[in-house]
């Protein structure tokens, strides 16, 4: 039970260490595939002296096997595909409409366990979802667009929020092999390899930034990343990936405050309605069932 509740309070820092990401996108001055990239590749650059330096994650490494490294091969480029596809559908629809939409991925996740493991999903599990996702609905409503156009990015967002559960839900099978530094250094590297294709297909620049936006460059890898993506692998032993993923949910309410603190954007009442019904929504999810304390 100590383990469980500490897993739950490390999965709420790591949320909120996530919810800087829009911050630093917004602070850095560069094409968002372009931020994705410098994400990945410094977050993984990070890991790797602490891979080198560990004897057990370098034994890991040695031992690979065939189905493991297709495994990391699998997450890193879902990860990639997952960023390619959300930063498509920016082009279509609103930010609002796409974020709300990528929301949707512990829905995917709670099918994956229902109908690939096979597990059973706790009675609070899917009420809590549907609620926390109306509160994500809340706060970007007054954004949403519907429109020919902006179907194709909505479509583009759904699919990415499926991508993003999957990689979750693999990374959650490979976590039950594989430690989470060469587990996480390595899907970084792939990803970040297929990020720089995309971005010299599309021609966008990797230089010539001002200071400001390779600062942002390193706090979205630093902090967000090691600090959030890496931790969601580091729990992924003991949590679900429907957990974790759930836990996500919670990036918007720590966006908005954040926003508000460091960027002096307003909060409408709309936002902390918002706000309010999704951590209701996760704290129903969370709920413990009754006799399992």
């Not at 372009?34 to 490494?61: H, S, T």
């Not at 096997?65 to 390619?84: D, M, S």
């Not at 996500?248 to 954007?265: H, N, R």
Request: charged fraction near 10%.
């Amino acid at each position: 039970m100590i383990s469980g509740i500490k897993s739950y309070v490390i999965l709420f820092l790591g949320v909120l260490a996530l919810s800087t990401s829009a911050i630093f996108v917004r602070l850095a001055d560069a094409p968002s595939a372009v931020i994705a990239f410098y994400r990945l590749l410094l977050a993984a650059l990070v890991l790797l002296p602490f891979l080198f330096a560990n004897r057990e994650a370098r034994q890991e490494l040695r031992g690979i096997t065939r189905r493991q490294a297709g495994q990391i091969g699998a997450a890193g480029f879902l990860l990639a595909l997952h960023y390619v596809l959300w930063f498509e559908s920016l082009r279509f629809t609103s930010t609002a409409s796409s974020t709300v939409i990528v929301c949707l991925q512990p829905l995917f996740s709670l099918a994956l366990e229902r109908f690939v493991q096979k597990k059973r999903i706790r009675r609070t599990a899917v009420p809590g979802c549907l609620i926390a996702l109306l509160g994500c609905v809340l706060i970007g409503v007054g954004d949403l667009q519907i429109s020919g156009l902006s179907l194709w990015g909505d479509v583009l967002a759904f699919i990415a929020a499926g991508v993003i559960a999957l990689y979750y839900f693999v990374g959650e099978s490979v976590r039950k092999e594989m430690s989470a530094l060469p587990y996480s250094a390595a899907a970084y590297l792939v990803s970040a390899g297929i990020l720089l294709v995309y971005i010299l297909l599309l021609g966008q620049p990797l230089g010539g930034f001002d200071s400001r936006t390779w600062l942002s460059f390193a706090g979205i890898a630093l902090v967000a990343t090691i600090g959030g993506q890496f931790i969601f692998n580091l729990l992924l032993k003991k949590l679900p990936a429907s957990a974790v993923t759930m836990g996500i949910l919670g990036e918007p309410v720590g966006t908005c405050l954040l926003a508000w603190l460091l960027l002096g954007e307003g909060l409408r009442l709309q936002q902390l309605i918002g706000i309010g019904v999704i951590m209701a929504g996760m704290v129903i999810f969370f709920l413990p069932e009754k006799g399992k304390v």
